[in-house]
């Protein structure tokens, strides 16, 4: 069983929904988190601030992850400041729903770019240091969409898919450094994102649910947690989190 406490982690996405409830989880533990934030500076600084006050060592670091620049500076940041690193957590990600009639270049390209790409270039930036070390562990916020599809959502459910493609491969390849990769794909989750969806389709969605609700940031959190602290022998998975809406 890896150990929680004193874990360096950063997690993608940190200000807000279930990167923010995954920053609370894994500080909660007593790992140091590095709280990842695009716009939201006062949401990230403010988790940090909560897991300060609870005697976890935290840090907020501003970075657009869909540029390789800056998901590089965010890795080198964490290892500058707490000197190593244990495990990355992506779940930075946007939507932007279109049916495939509408959806334009820019659409696709915006979507792909920060949920796919900018997980490639955190983890490209991260696997250095995890092969130097012969340990590490990657964790990637997919969705159930990367495996069903969704009307509206081809950018998202392709970025999704490419997602757990590139957690297996990644898996294969970092076996032999020790180092784990796997994927959560969280269902319907109750987030700012999913509050975009009207109303009436809402109703529709948990009609769909076997479990009869949506899921909440912090049951995904503690799938996390779960891979990161008993998840020595997981390694290449997607864990469904998701009500049974996808099985
Ligand atoms: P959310 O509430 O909309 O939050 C999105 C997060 O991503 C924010 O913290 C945002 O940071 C960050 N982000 C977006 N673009 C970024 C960029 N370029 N660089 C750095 N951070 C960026 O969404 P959520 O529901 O928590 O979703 C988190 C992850 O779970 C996503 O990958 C999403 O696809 C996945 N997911 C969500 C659901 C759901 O129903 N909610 C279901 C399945 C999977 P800023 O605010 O700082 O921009």
Redesign the pocket.
């Known amino acids: 069983m890896a150990k929680l406490e004193d874990a360096v982690v950063v997690v993608?996405?940190?200000?807000?929904?279930?990167?923010?409830?995954i920053a609370e989880e894994l500080g909660g533990g007593g790992a140091c988190v590095v709280a990842?934030?695009?716009?939201?500076?006062s949401?990230?600084e403010e988790v940090v601030a909560q897991m300060r006050a609870n005697g976890a060592r935290a840090m907020a670091v501003?970075?657009?992850?869909?540029?390789p620049d800056?998901a590089a500076r965010l890795i080198e940041t964490a290892v500058a400041e707490f000197g190593r690193l244990d495990v990355l957590v992506?779940?930075?990600?946007?939507?932007v729903d279109r049916t495939l009639k509408n959806l334009t270049i820019a659409d696709w390209n915006v979507v792909v770019q920060?949920?796919l790409n900018?997980y490639f270039y955190t983890m490209k930036a991260a696997l250095p240091h995890f092969m130097e070390q012969k340990h590490g562990k990657i964790i990637h916020?997919?969705?159930?969409?990367g495996k069903s599809g969704n009307f509206g959502q081809a950018n998202?459910s392709a970025a999704?898919a490419g997602i757990i493609g590139l957690t297996k491969t990644a898996a294969i390849e970092m076996a032999r450094y020790n180092v784990t990769v796997n994927a959560v794909?969280?269902?319907?989750?109750?987030?700012?994102?999913?509050t975009q969806v009207p109303e009436h389709v809402k109703e529709q969605i948990v009609r769909r649910i076997p479990l009869g609700r949506?899921?909440t940031?912090h049951e995904?959190a503690r799938a996390v947690r779960f891979l990161i602290v008993d998840g020595d022998y997981i390694t290449g998975s997607s864990l469904d989190i998701n009500g049974g809406i996808y099985m």
Request: hydrophobic share 35%; glycine share 14%.
């Open positions: 993608t996405g940190a200000g807000r929904g279930i990167g923010r409830a990842n934030y695009a716009k939201s500076a949401a990230a501003q970075a657009d992850v869909s540029d800056q992506n779940n930075a990600g946007i939507t920060t949920n900018g916020i997919s969705s159930f969409v998202y999704k794909c969280p269902g319907f989750t109750e987030t700012e994102m999913y949506v899921g940031a995904v």
